[in-house]
């Protein structure tokens, strides 16, 4: 009992002392390490994803090693995420992982060639998974989200700057009094309504 507690506390001192490349591991077993070693608390559910994600890949490659396109493209997808999880690029990884496991649930690409659970057209397994990550990483998806597909502040500026000089464009032929009415109307938006008060600012009238 004494030799393998001594065994536990020599190997755990080898990590502390970051000596583990001493130990004769695999690329894989190395890869693997290095995602684990990373900030729990930052990609806990990822990584708890990827390894699932993995082990399915290899348990269908072990049992059916012909590979078609979909699982190809499942194989890319893991392995881009896992190389994103190593090199610490976590919106990305996360990015990678919730497309892919999106993608999955309806069969686009797959994880596996020789299991799977349907309820009626969607994957129950990385229908599961995507949930999960969706639920411990809503805040963070919607912020990458935004990111990644929304617009800048810039172009929202722009954009207003443009619908006001249309509106500016339409409205110059009416007369102050029609402005004035279709301003107070609670039907006009407001760039028309910046557009009518940059106009009457114009003819110095009064608002």
């Not at 309820?119 to 809503?138: A, E, H, K, N, Y």
Request: aromatic letters at 10%.
């Amino acid at each position: 009992m004494q030799n393998s507690h001594f065994c536990f506390a020599k190997i755990y001192n080898l990590r502390e002392n970051n000596q583990l490349r001493s130990l004769q591991l695999t690329p894989i077993a190395k890869s693997l390490l290095v995602i684990f070693k990373q900030p729990m608390r930052k990609a806990k559910p990822e990584i708890l994803i990827v390894t699932i994600l993995w082990i399915i890949v290899i348990i269908s490659i072990a049992r059916n090693p012909q590979f078609r396109a979909q699982f190809i493209f499942g194989l890319i997808s893991l392995i881009s995420i896992s190389v994103a999880l190593i090199v610490r690029k976590k919106d990305l990884s996360l990015g990678i992982l919730a497309f892919s496991l999106l993608l999955s649930t309806f069969d686009a690409v797959k994880f596996s060639e020789t299991f799977s659970v349907h309820f009626g057209f969607i994957s129950l397994i990385p229908f599961t998974l995507l949930l999960i990550l969706v639920f411990s990483r809503f805040s963070e998806l919607m912020i990458l989200k935004d990111n990644w597909f929304g617009e800048d502040a810039t172009e929202i500026q722009k954009a207003r700057v443009n619908k006001i000089d249309f509106f500016k464009r339409e409205f110059r032929k009416l007369s102050s009094e029609e402005l004035l009415k279709k301003m107070n109307h609670d039907n006009t938006v407001e760039e028309a309504k910046a557009a009518i008060k940059e106009i009457l600012t114009e003819r110095n009238e009064k608002l």
